[in-house]
């Protein structure tokens, strides 16, 4: 199995959370390598169904070790809370560690977020207001505060101070809002870092060393390819990059070190905030998507956005992570749709466009082709053999293979651990998963 980053290939909750417990009974580390609290990666295995933000989702396997890697934004009270719900369900949260160089989200992360999104108003990027674009352009304008700093109550005075300092000066004279306490967030920000501290530590050596053992190491991805700030629908993006190539910077790891890079793929499309989505369905199969799926945002709880399966978007997808690996998930959601669509290209000013465009005022004006397959009237949320899948279901999945150039070698039918169905075990040697 060795290193395998696993990455949303598409906008984000693909299911990545369900694919990574799962896999993770394989694995001697997982890593969370970008990304903060707004991702929200849902588990449901036998300790219950849990949402995680922070903690990586290989946590309910005890003999692996976790880590929240360099290139996740932490806010110390989410991950706080994180732990202590998954100790009272009985997971043991003893091989958790946290990168000293992770960036945390501060108070006036979270508050600059929200007035950032009012002050965009119709233009509201739709964020999970979690703060991560404040926290992450801290970190490059070097105003950030990393984890490690709280282990040194003088080293953490000084940076908070300068950083409160500046920020004040922007709630004041730019939002004119109250400014910030530095002694209130400093004392809690104190407490965080005592409870916090037994976790704190440089990580990368300890993923380095896994790796060069060859031992299994899961590199777990937060939201989706498009979603990426220099290959996603910029401006309508998050602040991190979810792409693989993040895998590396993100744990300290160097390319040439990962093995295989798995994408995450709904068999259909959705996105929950703001930007273009060209397959989005306003219709009722729209609807009967997001019902059947219970498409509400694991993080914020707002209602997904949902469509036909964008192959133009997942080609790209399948390239800027040069993918080797896909993992499907939601087939069962298609069950007795009489027939399913695949957009394959757009039509834009009377020219069809076969990749992706970088400009979002392009990609809203663009139209799907669409390709028609019929769909399958069986249920398969109980099917576990991939040969038993109804033919139907064989030609949508090969016909996805075929538009994305990307071999499908997981296939997901229902949201437990066990609703998993290996395509081709012997390539991802996964064969004695006892699914
Ligand atoms: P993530 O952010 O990529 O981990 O995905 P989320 O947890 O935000 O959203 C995925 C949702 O789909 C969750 O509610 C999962 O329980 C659910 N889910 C995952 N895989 C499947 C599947 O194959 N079929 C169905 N019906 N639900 C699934
Ligand atoms: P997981 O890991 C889906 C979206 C937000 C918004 C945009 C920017 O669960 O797949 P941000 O708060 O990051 O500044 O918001 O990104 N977004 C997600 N959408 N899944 C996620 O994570 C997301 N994380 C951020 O809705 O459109
Ligand atoms: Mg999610």
Known sequence: MAVI?????????EGKGKIIDLL?????????FSGGDNAGHTVINPYGEFRLHLVPSGIFNPHVT?????GVAINPAVLLGEIDDLRKHGVDTSRLFISDRAHLIMP??????????????RGALGTTRRGIGP???????????????????????????????????????????SPLSLEE???????????????????SSIIREAATKGEPVLLEGAQGALLDPDFGTYPYVTSSSPLAGAGCIGVGLGPRQIDRVMGVFKAYSTRVGAGPMPTELKDEIGDFIREKAHEYGATTGR????????????????????LSDIALTHLDIYDGIPSIKICTAYKFNGDVLTSFPRDVAILEKCQPIYEE??????????????EKLPVRAHNYMSRLEDLLSCPINLVSVGPERRQIILVKPSTLHLDTLGT
């Open 5 to 13: 980053v696993i990455v949303g290939g598409q906008w984000g909750d």
């Open 24 to 32: 993770a009974e394989k694995a001697k580390i997982v890593a969370r």
């Open 66 to 70: 976790c880590i929240i890697g360099n």
């Open 108 to 121: 006036y992360h979270t508050l600059l977020d929200a007035l950032e999104e009012e002050r965009r108003s």
């Open 135 to 177: 926290a992450f352009a801290d970190k490059v304008a070097r105003l950030g505060i990393r984890a490690g700093d709280l282990l040194d109550k003088d080293t953490f005075w000084g940076r908070l101070s300068a950083a409160l300092e500046f920020k004040n000066i922007i709630l004041t004279k730019v939002y004119q809002v």
């Open 185 to 203: 967030i400093y004392d809690q920000y104190c407490h965080y870092g005592e409870q916090l501290a037994p976790f704190i530590r440089e990580t």
């Open 303 to 322: 209602p997904r956005r949902c469509g036909w399966f964008d192959a133009v978007a997942g080609r790209f997808s399948v390239q800027i992570n040069g």
């Open 373 to 386: 397959l019929d769909g399958w009237q069986e249920s398969i949320s109980g099917i576990r053999n991939f």
